[in-house]
């Protein structure tokens, strides 16, 4: 199974810019799709971003034209550009994997957006 942990979450001020960072590592598996979701407390998870091998993007209604992600074109490397953020973007971020082995998920990383 692959191995996903997340970076670069943190404390922004609103209309502040973060990016996120996914790691995948492992071996011996195909990779399908690499995607971001997000918790917020109280709530369901829901998706933030997703990108297939073949490039195609897709983005949840929330964050539509603020976020942007992208795959290193080498390895199991995910980014995740946020602008514009806003305090109701607050929650934990997820990324995941999806392999011929089935889906990984990484344990999280907080953003805060607050003034």
Known sequence: QAQVRESGGGTVQPGGS?????????????????????QAPGKERELVATIVVNGE???????????????????????LQMNSLKPEDTAVYYCNIRTNWGVSWGQGTQVTVSS
């Open 18 to 38: 973060l990016r996120l960072t996914c790691d995948a590592s492992g071996s011996g598996f195909t990779t399908y799709a690499m995607g971001w979701y997000r």
């Open 57 to 79: 993007t897709r983005y949840g209604d929330s964050v539509k034209g603020r976020v942007t992600i992208s795959r290193h074109r080498i390895g199991n490397t995910a980014y």
